[in-house]
T-cell receptor, first 113, second 115 residues
Framework: SQQGEEDPQALSIQEGENATMNCSYK?????LQWYRQNSGRGLVHLIL?????REKHSGRLRVTLDTSKKSSSLLITASRAADTASYFC?????????????FGTGTRLKVLA | GAGVSQSPSNKVTEKGKDVELRCDPI?????LYWYRQSLGQGLEFLIY????????KSGLPSDRFSAERTGGSVSTLTIQRTQQEDSAVYLC?????????????FGPGTRLTVT
């Protein structure tokens, strides 16, 4: 079945360092989205990358998509303590004419001040 | 503007009781989604409403779960004869997307504890 799996499951870095997390999936997708979840603000959409795109930027976030490898990466540059959260990828795909959406299991990021 | 709201924020119920969880989506959003999230886990899709189309119920784990969306706006998720394994955070989201799921805006969730 279609599933996004994030890697690593947990990541701990020092403030100012870059954080990279990866997402792999199994079948062709329409788009892939990254979300952040922390206790203060709940689940928040970060960025959407379509299947015909290879890279997108938003502030300190950079997302790449490699459809040949069925994988995506999220890079957070110059991390801050406020970036501490769980990060999820979600893939949208179509099966039998129906849109489906699967969230991965998440990467828990801890940024140490 | 107002975001997605959910009520109650917390619900503790005894095993075997029925519960109703409410979601108020962002005004004008045609799509509404329910997920549940167990502690430390990812999101499990439950049901998806899009406009006046028949809902996609493929994620509902059993016939004890049902949901409705009245007037294309507010939605209620009902769990009958609750079991301890139903304990989780139930998240609702809405989006403008009419083709595909698009960017979803999530509510704060309802934490359900079945004792």
């Amino acid at each position: 079945s279609q599933q996004g799996e994030e890697d690593p499951q947990a990541l701990s870095i020092q403030e100012g360092e870059n954080a990279t997390m990866n997402c792999s999936y199994k079948t062709s997708i329409n788009n892939l989205q990254w979300y952040r979840q922390n206790s203060g603000r709940g689940l928040v959409h970060l960025i959407l990358i379509r299947s015909n795109e290879r890279e997108k930027h938003s502030g300190r976030l950079r997302v790449t998509l490699d459809t040949s490898k069925k994988s995506s990466s999220l890079l957070i540059t110059a991390s801050r303590a406020a970036d501490t959260a769980s990060y999820f990828c979600a893939t949208e795909y179509t099966t039998s004419g129906t849109y489906k959406y699967i969230f991965g299991t998440g990467t828990r990021l801890k940024v140490l001040a | 503007g107002a975001g997605v709201s959910q009520s109650p924020s917390n619900k503790v119920t005894e095993k075997g009781k029925d519960v109703e969880l409410r979601c108020d989506p962002i005004s004008g959003h045609t799509a509404l989604y329910w997920y549940r999230q167990s502690l430390g886990q990812g999101l499990e899709f439950l049901i998806y409403f899009q406009g006046n189309s028949a809902p996609d119920k493929s994620g509902l784990p059993s016939d004890r779960f049902s949901a409705e969306r009245t007037g294309g706006s507010v939605s209620t998720l009902t769990i009958q004869r609750t079991q301890q394994e139903d304990s989780a955070v139930y998240l609702c989201a809405s989006s403008l997307a009419t083709g595909g799921w698009g960017e979803q805006y999530f509510g704060p969730g309802t934490r359900l504890t079945v004792t």
